[in-house]
């Protein structure tokens, strides 16, 4: 730690604030305006009040530098395509004719007009929209937007920052417009693109900006020398420019690795690097480059994506180091706080003790702001943060919700037999075959039935008092009762309750789990104006009581055909969550797993005989980082197999995944020993099980042969040509007939037409099976 003040004055800065406002203005005004309930002048106005408030909170919490250009009505990937002028073609007419309407065209699509496709943000659960880019696209400068922003933060008397996407981040998450072909790669068009960024730059001195920020978090993944050699050469090129302000790189949600060398060699004046725990490894990688010399360290101490408060004194101890490897050491969160919530202070609901260890977006800036205070003018100026800040970490270290002795008693007590079945599969195949009597190529579904106006309505009135816990009941249990013998009549195999009483697939574990928390305001941006309210895993997992067995075993007896249990797997109900930072995330999996687990025996001891644990988040956790997958994917793995290898032989477990791409990980998909997977399909026409049977996946799955994610009714013909192709590559035995998801979104009407055509198909494709083996008999 330091005590003495660093020479420069340090500066305290984050590099983006959430968007929507306290209160969630900016989403109620442009929902507003795609309604025509609010003027396009009104939006305008609600957008720079907030802009301006943010400032102000930002500067009055002591941040001694803004970002600008971070605002958007949507994405900031979107402003950045505008910016460069990469409009699709099918665009063009609709932004000619209005930029507000022709930008959200962009982002939602018309009537006529498919907007740009949608994907994660890095490892992140927010949602960017692609560029399409092709050997014909011309880019031009449109700096209006940052111009503008810029502006209103310096007539505000701030220092302001201009932060962009950088072009190789741009190029590199862009893929080839429709009609381009599919190899074209988007980094090709860097000569273009620099012109236009230099044109930017210049508009932004202009404009008065002493720095500009380019983000470049596509560089802290692993990045081909190619790639590498893009980024010199683009920071070269743009080092050079003369009509530029001075720029900060910043390389944010972890290890810059090669990178770094490529940029410290660079002529840009200043880099943002990631110093928590994910980017920890930059620290003796900066040194080992020789530090950056006369340049700007931006230094991404405060964790900018989770909603814990920081450690000062560690944060100190790197500050520390950091003073001797750079010119200038700055203060800054390690990325945009868009990625939490506003205010800690707003959770009223939450006990003050434990409300202490959250820091969301305000609390955050003001821990950067006492951090570059401690750095500049020694650690004596801030001794009372700093007793603030040990006393809350003492106060979560030892707090029962976090340290649970039987909880971790028995974490400590598991062996891996406890995450082995006790059978190898082809016995538990036969047992599961004897037990279940199912046909060849079996119909399931994924869990969810419509979620219907009705079911909201329901949850509402028990919300606002005006139907009791009995009432709301007897409409769950209709709803399971209707979509039985629904499933009954349209002839489906294994049937399943239809999860009517789950708000959500993770929120409605996480309300029933102790050492899950639930926020009132935790809004975060998932795209656009959709924001969700992740629950916090703070403390140590227990399940007090069942939590699906009732309505599992209502389901069950209503009918002779067996009911899938439905559950949401470890990972998945990490990834979609704020997860706690003082452990590892494998040693939190595992708690969760062991919960579930309970769960899982408690709905075999019930009578349940197939169990679905649905992992829909497991590829996207991925790390960004080939050489962390391995350990990634053990935990992971380990968790699922934890959760599940407490049944009986004849116990049929059931995964769900939703993705089509899924080639990487697939031996892990293997190591789940699930006994059936379902898988989405529908879409890339089987691919997944070619893949499978490429990689020679012994047990069954059931590649979607109905893609939900669209209101269009397959026809029977169609699905069975898919179950062909199926066929075709995992055998009639294993072979099951699913759709790519569940059907919470989807409409009554297309969802027993859609049914009614799968079960139809499968009935099909099971007569020709059955006359190929006659005529093999006969012949
Ligand atoms: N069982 C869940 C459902 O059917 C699975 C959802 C998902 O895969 N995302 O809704
Ligand atoms: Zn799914």
Redesign the pocket.
């Known amino acids: 730690m330091t005590a003495e003040p660093a020479a420069a004055a340090v500066r305290a800065t984050v590099y983006g604030y959430p968007r929507q406002g306290a209160n969630r203005e900016l989403k109620k005004a442009i929902e507003g305006y795609w309604k025509g309930r609010v003027s396009a002048d009104a939006l305008r106005t609600t957008a720079a009040d907030l802009r301006r408030s943010n400032w102000r909170e930002l500067a009055d919490a002591g941040l001694t530098e803004v970002p600008t250009g971070d605002f958007s009505y949507y994405d900031h990937m979107l402003d950045t395509s505008v910016m460069l002028g990469a409009i699709p073609d099918r665009h063009r007419e609709a932004v000619a004719a209005d930029t507000l309407d022709g930008y959200f065209a962009m982002a939602r699509g018309t009537q006529d007009v498919a907007p740009l496709e949608m994907t994660k943000w890095f490892d992140t659960n927010y949602h960017y929209l692609v560029p399409e880019l092709g050997p014909d696209t011309v880019f031009a400068a449109d700096s209006g937007k940052q111009v503008a922003e810029l502006t209103e933060a310096l007539a505000l008397g701030l220092t302001a920052r201009p932060v962009l996407v950088g072009p190789i981040t741009y190029l590199l998450l862009a893929k080839p417009a429709p009609g381009v072909a599919a190899d074209f790669e988007p980094l090709t068009l860097l000569d273009r693109l620099l012109p236009v960024y230099a044109e930017v730059l210049a508009d932004l001195r202009a404009a008065g900006a002493e720095w500009v920020q380019l983000d470049e978090p596509a560089l802290v993944q692993d990045r081909t020398p190619a790639e590498l050699n893009a980024a010199a050469r683009a920071y070269r090129d743009l080092g050079a420019l003369t009509d530029r302000s001075k720029l900060l790189v910043a390389g944010y949600f972890g290890r810059l690795g090669e990178a770094l060398q490529v940029l410290a060699a660079s002529p840009v004046e200043g880099l943002a690097l990631d110093f928590t725990d994910s980017g920890a490894a930059n620290l003796d990688d900066l040194a080992a480059v020789g530090g950056l010399p006369g340049k700007r360290l931006v230094a991404g101490v405060v964790n900018g994506r989770n909603i814990w408060i920081n450690d000062h004194q560690k944060s100190l101890a790197t500050l520390g180091t950091l003073l001797g490897l750079a010119g200038q050491v700055d203060v800054a969160a390690s990325c945009s706080l868009l990625h939490v919530p506003y205010d800690a202070a707003a959770e009223r609901d939450i006990d003050p003790e434990i409300r202490g260890w959250l820091a969301f977006a305000r609390q955050k800036t003001t821990e950067i702001a006492v951090l570059a205070r401690g750095l500049s003018q020694g650690t004596d100026a801030i001794g009372a943060e700093l007793a603030a800040n040990r006393a809350a970490l003492a106060s979560r270290a030892n707090s029962p919700l976090t340290r649970d002795p039987a909880v971790r008693a028995r974490t400590a007590a598991v062996t891996d037999a406890d995450g082995r079945r006790a059978q190898p599969y082809p016995e538990r195949a036969a047992a599961q075959r004897a037990q279940l009597g199912l046909p060849v190529l079996p119909t399931t579904t994924?869990?969810?039935f419509p979620q219907t106006d009705e079911l909201r309505v329901a949850r509402a009135d028990l919300r606002a008092g005006r139907i009791d816990a009995a009432g709301y009941e007897e409409r769950i249990k209709d709803e399971i009762r209707e979509v039985i013998s629904f499933q009954e009549k349209t002839g489906v195999d294994v049937l399943v309750h239809g999860?009517p009483e789950r708000n959500d697939?993770v929120q409605y574990f996480a309300e029933q789990l102790t050492g899950y928390l639930a926020t009132q305001h935790g809004w975060v941006q998932s795209y656009g104006t959709r924001y969700v309210r992740p629950p916090v895993l703070a403390g140590d997992i227990s399940r007090p009581e069942p939590m699906t067995v009732r309505w599992t075993s209502y389901a069950q007896a209503q009918t002779d055909r067996p009911v899938k249990g439905?559950l949401t797997g470890p990972v998945t109900m990490l990834a979609w969550s704020f997860v706690r930072d003082d452990q590892p995330l494998g040693e939190t999996a595992r708690q969760v797993a062991l919960a579930l687990r309970d769960e899982v025996n408690d709905l075999e001891a019930a009578g349940t005989s197939v169990i679905?644990v649905?992992e829909?988040a497991l590829r996207e956790t991925l790390p960004l980082r080939a050489a962390e997958h391995a350990a990634y994917l053990d935990w992971a793995t380990e968790s699922f197999r934890l959760t599940t290898s407490g049944v009986r032989p004849d116990t049929q477990i059931h995964t769900?995944m939703?993705y089509a791409e899924f080639g990487d990980i697939v031996q892990a998909i293997d190591d789940l020993d699930a006994d059936v997977i379902s898988l989405e399909a529908a879409r890339s026409h089987m691919q997944v099980a070619d893949e499978l049977a490429e990689h020679g996946y012994p047990r069954e799955a059931g590649p979607g042969v109905w893609d939900i994610h669209s209101p269009r009714v397959p026809s029977a013909e169609e699905a069975a040509g898919l179950l062909r192709k199926g066929l075709a590559a995992i055998p009639a035995e294993r072979l099951w007939v699913n759709p790519d998801?569940?059907?919470?979104t989807r409409g009554w009407a297309e969802t027993r037409a859609s049914l009614e055509n799968l079960v139809a198909a499968a009935r099909d494709v099971r007569a020709e099976l059955a006359e190929l083996t006659d005529g093999t008999a006969k012949g």
């Open positions: 994924i869990g969810s999860e697939m439905m679905q649905d829909p769900h939703c998801c569940g059907l919470k």
